[in-house]
């Protein structure tokens, strides 16, 4: 027994347990079965701490109890340093001695700026919970304010905002620092609505807002996109005289360009008295949102101009608008990257989206393939972007390499990334591989049936596609309007007119999606491979917005395989006047002027492309091999091994010739003229690229092409076994 006194006397003995008379006592738990013999706590004075030493030099180790452990909680002030040890030490073992059950005396005195600290490191979620426990089980703690800040830092910190919201409204003695740090809470996990509430709710409370909060609630309304808000705050702003502050200026710059106010947001940069990179990137950002890539450039010229250096923030505020910029475009911000850190991973990440989006797979991959040589460790953003550079040029090796690197770093489940991977296999030709990702999803949305959708569709398994377009709907997701571009595309590509007539009907009257440009080519494609022509023109005559080039140019396709001279020059006709610098229509009319035998009209086409500087977009194929894609064109004898390439490929001519073989160049190329297909053919870069594959495969090896013209209607990537 423990007296007040600092005596120690005890009852009974060691093997059944220690027993005091005294209401405190001692609780020992045996290391072979954990069981406590006593399970109330000892609370002692620091006076009394030289007297357990006579108690533990009576224990004595025994086969029943091999280790004794002592839990004792010291009744003193945490202000006073216990022992030697450091405050740190002293939270760390109150929070893991902290249970539910556990009533904490009430004369315990226990000092807030130890718990502050612990909160201060970024707590996990249940050691959160536990000083939180702590905290709210003592009244002084209760009410400190200071400690309520750290709780709702640390809870939204952690995502979970409705906590911190909870303790905010639990604080009676609040003012504009606890306000901010709520609205903050709500801003930082997206609930921009809730954060313009209480926003209205300081104001009615009388609080001022300061220069903390207008950054705030001002990224509030660009989330929300809350033009009505922001001009409000724009207007409190000046008024209260706050339009100097440089962190609400470039608030206000983010807010004018998410809501489209693009003029505003300029004004507002150019009347700033101090701007940093922040602010600059904020502009770029505005541009770049809404699609005026070459504003958003020219506001980094100008950034370079007045010698502001470009950081990550730069390159990520392009990102929106990368897809189809100019060469001249993707030229400036190549020069942005080199003078960037190379140790930065968003420079990296940025740069491979400008090459994938702009049709530069082959730079992708070799950009990716730097990483490793300047130490810098991809992401699962970079693995989403060159992916689909890998399908693109059918870098089947690279692609699985990636996938066993996301396996090791665990990075599974990610839908971003295993859409990609769905997609990466679908265009490499390997099918299985991507129905083996998509089966193993923990949850697919859209996207994800829509990407194994597409990869039948693109394989030509039209029924496969339908098959699985059903079982979406079964599952209880609705289609969005890319996941009928993929059905539509799948039965176009297969030839299945009913089906395709009836999810288009279906998208309008079931699910109430109004057709996109998108849908009407899908539809024309489907209505002219079928021999619709005329229905085809009929439905783009009915079309509530102008066709564009892709319309137009499925009809004159259909044109040339059914030879419809009459709708073939009336489509080319649009075509002229919507893309007058784009090839391939150009050789496809001069191909139907071919098939018809008027060789004068083929001879104008050729004179206008000539005139106009126009250059057919040559055929190009792709080959991976042992992580290295080799490129061919037609005609191609820049590879090191196109001597023996050629002697080969003769070889094999000559023994189809044998075979009866006899080239088809009635509607074998679309973008290459008629006159001399046969000689054309036969050094044509597929070719070229098989028997590159040939000679460097084992037998029995599947050999996959990518192209970037079409041959006899086949799709892009294509597989032949030899």
């Given amino acids: 027994m423990v007296g007040r006194d600092g005596s120690v006397s005890c009852v009974g003995n060691f093997s059944t347990g220690l027993l005091c008379s005294n209401p405190f006592s001692l609780s020992f738990w045996s290391g072979r079965d954990s069981r406590p013999y006593s399970v109330t706590k000892l609370w002692l004075e620091p006076s009394t701490w030289p ?49 539910e059950s556990e009533v904490v005396p009430k004369d315990l005195s226990i000092n807030g700026e130890l718990f502050g600290k612990m909160l201060d490191r970024h707590p996990d979620i249940k050691t959160l919970k536990r000083l939180h426990s702590k905290i709210f089980s003592d009244q002084v703690l209760r009410a400190d304010p200071a400690l309520g800040v750290k709780l709702m830092r640390a809870y939204a910190a952690r995502g979970k905002p409705g906590t911190a919201r909870h303790v905010f409204d639990e604080l009676c003695d609040r003012n504009v620092i606890v306000y901010n740090v709520m609205i903050r809470s709500h801003v930082n996990n997206r609930q921009y609505r809730d954060a313009l509430v209480l926003f209205k709710d300081m104001l009615g409370c009388g609080y001022v807002p300061d220069n903390y909060t207008y950054p705030c609630v001002l990224k509030a309304c660009s989330g929300s996109s809350n033009k009505v808000a922001g001009l409000q705050i724009h207007a409190a702003v000046v008024r209260v005289g706050q339009g100097s502050c440089l962190f609400v200026g470039n608030g206000l710059v983010a807010m004018y360009g998410k809501c489209g106010c693009l003029a505003e947001a300029r004004r507002v940069l150019d009347e700033m008295p101090r701007r940093d990179v922040v602010s600059w990137n904020s502009m770029v950002a505005s541009y770049a949102q809404n699609g005026q890539f070459d504003n958003a450039l020219s506001v980094c010229r100008d950034m370079e101009f007045l010698k502001v250096g470009f950081n990550s923030g730069t390159m990520a505020s392009l990102l929106p608008a990368v897809s189809n910029a100019s060469a001249k475009s993707v030229e400036y911000v190549e020069k942005m990257f080199l003078k960037m850190d190379k140790s930065n991973l968003i420079s990296w990440n940025v740069m491979i989206a400008v090459y994938v989006n702009n049709s530069m797979p082959t730079k992708a991959v070799e950009l990716f393939s730097q990483m490793e040589a300047h130490k810098v460790e991809p992401d699962v953003i970079t693995f989403a972007s060159i992916l689909p550079a890998c399908g693109d040029l059918s870098a089947l090796s690279l692609g699985k390499k990636i996938h066993e690197s996301v396996e090791r770093k665990k990075l599974r489940p990610n839908l971003l990334l295993e859409n990609a991977l769905i997609d ?10 991507a129905r083996q990702v998509f089966d193993k999803l923990n949850v697919r949305d859209v996207i994800s049936w829509t990407s194994m959708i597409s990869a039948y569709g693109i394989s030509g398994l039209g029924c496969d596609a339908v098959a699985l377009f059903s079982r979406m709907r079964n599952s209880g997701l609705d289609p969005d309007s890319i996941a009928f571009v993929s059905i539509l595309s799948a039965c176009s590509h297969t030839g299945l007119l009913d089906e395709g007539r009836h999810y288009f009907n279906l998208m309008i009257k079931e699910y109430g999606i109004e057709p996109r440009l998108e849908h009407f080519s899908c539809m024309v494609d489907l209505l002219g491979r079928a021999g619709k022509v005329d229905e085809a023109y009929h439905l783009i005559q009915k079309m509530p917005m102008e066709p564009n080039e892709r319309v137009w140019g499925a009809l004159l396709g259909a044109c040339r395989v059914y030879s419809n001279m009459k709708m073939g020059l009336l489509a080319a006709d649009c075509l002229y006047q919507l893309v007058p610098e784009q090839s391939g229509y150009y050789v496809l009319l001069s191909n139907i002027y071919a098939k018809a035998g008027r060789w004068q009209d083929v001879a104008k086409v050729r004179s206008t492309m000539k005139s106009k500087g126009i250059k057919k977009a040559p055929g190009v194929s792709n080959f991976e091999l042992n992580n290295i894609v080799h490129t061919f064109l037609a005609g191609d004898q820049s590879h090191p091994q196109s001597t023996r390439i050629y002697e080969e490929l003769d070889v094999l001519v000559g023994k189809m010739r044998e075979l009866g073989y006899v080239p088809e160049t009635d509607s074998t190329l679309h973008d290459v003229e008629d006159e001399d297909k046969d000689g054309h053919l036969a050094v044509h870069s597929e070719k070229l690229a098989i028997v590159f594959a040939i000679l460097n495969t084992e037998p029995g090896m599947p050999i996959r092409i990518t192209k970037n013209l079409r041959i006899c209607g086949l799709p892009y990537c294509i597989q032949a076994n030899f």
């Fill in 51 to 99: 007297s357990l030493n006579g108690v533990f030099a009576t224990v004595k180790d025994d086969s029943k109890m091999s280790r004794w452990r002592l839990q004792v909680r010291v009744k003193c002030p945490f202000r006073v340093r216990c022992v030697g040890h450091s405050a740190s030490r002293q939270v760390r073992f109150l929070v893991a001695s902290t249970s």
């Fill in 424 to 433: 990466m296999y679908a265009k490499c030709g390997c099918l299985s591989d």
